[in-house]
Nanobody
Framework: QVQLVESGGGLVQPGESLRLSCAAS????????MSWYRQAPGKQRELVAH???????NYADSVKGRFTIFRNNAKNTVYLQMNSLKPEDTAVYYC????????WGQGTQVTVSS
């Protein structure tokens, strides 16, 4: 079955960067789109970034120009490079695949605070 394991979160100051990773298994990774979502306390989970199996990307308006999603099909891993982080980026970040959109990993906490 689909398994997704997120990592790379942490506590950073505003303006700093982080790179999140999501290791996927249980399906043919290169054939499917991947997405990053986030959920802040008291808020609904929201889509942050999406990458198709062909490498096309799109982003939430709130992160355009600061975040980059990319994938390494040889490693079955999708990444989220986050630059110029803001306190409002604080959330648990999750990856997801359209192979099985009901499967979620444990998430990785990102906290942006001075």
């Amino acid at each position: 079955q689909v398994q997704l394991v997120e990592s790379g979160g942490g506590l950073v100051q505003p303006g700093e960067s982080l790179r999140l990773s999501c290791a996927a298994s249980g399906f043919t990774f290169r054939a499917y789109a991947m997405s990053w979502y986030r959920q802040a306390p008291g808020k609904q989970r929201e889509l942050v970034a999406h990458i198709t199996n062909g490498g096309s990307t799109n982003y939430a308006d709130s992160v355009k120009g600061r975040f980059t999603i990319f994938r390494n099909n040889a490693k079955n891993t999708v990444y989220l490079q986050m630059n110029s982080l803001k306190p409002e980026d604080t959330a648990v970040y999750y990856c997801n695949t359209n192979r099985d959109s009901t499967s979620w990993g444990q998430g990785t906490q990102v906290t942006v605070s001075s």
